[in-house]
Every structure is written in C-alpha cells, then in structure tokens.
C-alpha cells in the first residue's frame, strides 16, 4: 500500500513539474523577442541572430519612413536618414544568409530552407529590394516628399515579395 501512495505521489511531482516546464515552453514562445544570442555561437548562429536584428532594423526603419511621410508636413532630414539606412540595409542583406544559418542555427529563425535550395530565385528578390529601395533613396536625396511617397508601395512590394516566398512565419 505504502508503495502504492508514494508511486502516486511521485506521480503527482511529475506531473507538476510537466506543468512547470510546458509553463516554461509557452512563457518561453511568448517572450520570442527576447530570444538572445547564446553563449560562444558558431558563425552561423551569430549569422542568424545579427540577421534577425538587421530586420528588426529595417522593418523599424521603414515603419519610422511610413509615420513621418504622415505628418502633415514631413521632416525631410529624416526622410532622407531613414532611406538611407534602408539601402545600406538592403544592400547588405544578401550577406545574411550564409548557409546553415537557418532554423539549425537558431530555432526561432523564420528563414525557410528555400533560401538555400532556390538560391537564383531568392538572389532576385533581394536584388529587387535593392532596385526599389535605391529609387527610394534618390527620390528621398532630391527632397521630393511625392515622389518618396509614390515609392513606398513599391518598396513594400519588394518586401512582401520575397517574405511570401521565403520567410515562414512564426508566433512571437
Ligand atoms: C530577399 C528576401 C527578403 C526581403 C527583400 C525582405 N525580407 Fe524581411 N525577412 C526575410 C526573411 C528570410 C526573414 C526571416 C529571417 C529569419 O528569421 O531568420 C525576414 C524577416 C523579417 C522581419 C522579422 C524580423 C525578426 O526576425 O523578427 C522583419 C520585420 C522584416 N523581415 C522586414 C522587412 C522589410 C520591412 C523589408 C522591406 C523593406 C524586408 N523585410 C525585405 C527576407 C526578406
């Protein structure tokens, strides 16, 4: 009997403990934001983990773009600031993907292996980024809130374009 009690018991335990960690696990999908980058990373899960805040940067960027163009009457300092940062970004990017840099690298990537499969495919869709960005930028540089307006439908397009293809979202 006694056995019987303590077997239960011990039961009971781990299956609080279960509890605890499946707590853990959803506290754990709930602060993905707070995702840092472990301890002494190989170069792919660094890679990972700076992509992920150069997308931050970018989609924060853009968004900050969006708000000013806005405004009534728009600061043209900023305007041109934040484009600026756009192309140095979308420049780069190709540069963030080096292979094995995906979900083996850091499980909250969003990166879907068609990156690496269709590699031409996923070239193309950054360098329209780059394309239409760099119009962003040039309208921006001339001062002509219009046409940087015009330009951002475009731009987000190229975003979307890509991300349709090659990102797969995850709940964070
Ligand atoms: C050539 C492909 C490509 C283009 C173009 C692109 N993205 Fe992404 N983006 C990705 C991929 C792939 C991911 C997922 C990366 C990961 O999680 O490892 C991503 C992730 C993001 C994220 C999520 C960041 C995070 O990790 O939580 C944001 C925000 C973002 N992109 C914004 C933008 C914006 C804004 C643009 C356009 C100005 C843009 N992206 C253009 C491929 C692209």
């Known amino acids: 009997?006694?056995?019987?009690?303590?077997?239960?018991?011990?039961?009971?335990?781990?299956?609080?403990?279960?509890?605890?960690?499946?707590?853990?696990?959803?506290?754990?999908?709930a602060l993905a934001h707070d995702d840092p980058m472990p301890k002494n990373p190989s170069p792919a899960t660094r890679a990972a983990y700076v992509r992920h805040e150069n997308f931050e940067k970018l989609g924060k960027t853009f968004k900050g773009l969006n708000d000013e163009l806005r405004k009534g009457s728009p600061d043209v300092a900023v305007v041109k600031s934040s484009t600026q940062t756009m192309l140095s970004l979308?420049?780069?990017?190709?540069?963030?993907?080096?292979?094995?840099?995906?979900?083996?690298?850091?499980?909250?990537s969003e990166a879907k292996a068609d990156i690496w499969t269709d590699a031409?495919?996923?070239?193309?869709?950054?360098?329209a980024l780059q394309v239409q960005?760099?119009?962003?930028?040039?309208?921006?540089a001339s001062g002509d809130i219009a046409a940087v307006?015009?330009?951002?439908?475009?731009?987000?397009?190229?975003?979307?374009?890509?991300?349709?293809?090659?990102?797969q979202e995850k709940k964070s």
């Open 90 to 108: 979308a420049n780069s990017l190709p540069t963030w993907f080096p292979r094995g840099s995906g979900v083996e690298a850091r499980p909250m």
């Open 133 to 140: 960005v760099s119009k962003l930028n040039q309208a921006a």
């Open 120 to 127: 031409a495919g996923f070239t193309a869709a950054a360098s």
């Open 149 to 167: 307006k015009a330009q951002v439908r475009p731009t987000g397009g190229a975003c979307k374009g890509c991300h349709d293809k090659y990102r």
């Open 1 to 29: 009997m006694a056995s019987t009690t303590s077997r239960g018991a011990r039961l009971a335990i781990a299956a609080a403990i279960g509890a605890v960690i499946g707590g853990a696990a959803v506290a754990g999908v």
